[in-house]
T-cell receptor, first 114, second 115 residues
Framework: DAGVIQSPRHEVTEMGQEVTLRCKPI?????LFWYRQTMMRGLELLIY????????DSGMPEDRFSAKMPNASFSTLKIQPSEPRDSAVYFC????????????FGDGTRLSIL | GNSVTQMEGPVTLSEEAFLTINCTYT??????LFWYVQYPGEGLQLLLK?????DKGSNKGFEATYRKETTSFHLEKGSVQVSDSAVYFC??????????????FGRGTQLTVWP
């Protein structure tokens, strides 16, 4: 079975540009999570969805960040405008119903803002 | 609230040494506990889990026992290999109310094993 698929794997762009990260969760999973990982702050939960509805976006750092889940098989995380401090690895994860189910992670998008 | 505290790294061991990475937690209700592993350039992978007190999760020679009395879930391996070099994350799922589905992660512990 295919795992969580993220694209692109690497993104390098200039400050001020719009960045869109994409995620395809595992089929049948109804939870989707977006994380950010940096050396300084570790792994941070940005936002998560249940059945395509955002449940908790308290981790989104500021209004420049937005996330959508238009259907059960696709989600995007957008940064506009991007800043150098947004440079990080962004992970998407999905899980099936119930808090006791493990999350399955994608391989991440390494984002560099110049 | 819900939180996980794991030992600071990095941890450096010789091959075949015994490994312990400490993890303690604070949770409301009855959490499930997980260990994840992250190899360089990859996402986190589930290593093992335990869903109730006294359960022992095990995988690839790693073990961890859910200790409710000490609120701990320490990761152990009797003989580490170079290929075990990675970052290890302890996590909990409180599994109820507004936090249903969410995992709470520790900061991660970097393990390096030398031949």
């Amino acid at each position: 079975d295919a795992g969580v698929i993220q694209s692109p794997r690497h993104e390098v762009t200039e400050m001020g540009q719009e960045v869109t990260l994409r995620c395809k969760p595992i089929s049948g999973h109804d939870y989707l999570f977006w994380y950010r990982q940096t050396m300084m702050r570790g792994l941070e939960l940005l936002i998560y969805f249940n059945n395509n509805v955002p449940i908790d976006d308290s981790g989104m750092p500021e209004d420049r960040f937005s996330a959508k889940m238009p259907n059960a098989s696709f989600s995007t995380l957008k940064i506009q405008p991007s800043e150098p401090r947004d440079s990080a690895v962004y992970f998407c994860a999905s899980s099936s119903t119930g808090g006791r189910q493990p999350q399955h992670f994608g391989d991440g998008t390494r984002l560099s803002i110049l | 609230g819900n939180s996980v505290t794991q030992m600071e790294g990095p941890v450096t061991l010789s091959e075949e040494a015994f490994l312990t990475i400490n993890c303690t937690y604070t949770a409301t209700g009855y959490p499930s506990l997980f260990w994840y592993v992250q190899y360089p350039g990859e996402g986190l992978q589930l290593l093992l889990k335990a869903t109730k007190a006294d359960d022992k999760g095990s995988n690839k020679g790693f073990e961890a026992t859910y200790r409710k009395e000490t609120t701990s879930f320490h990761l152990e391996k009797g003989s580490v290999q170079v290929s075990d070099s990675a970052v290890y994350f302890c996590a909990l799922s409180a599994g109820g109310g507004s936090t249903l589905g969410r995992l709470y992660f520790g900061r991660g512990t970097q393990l390096t094993v030398w031949p």
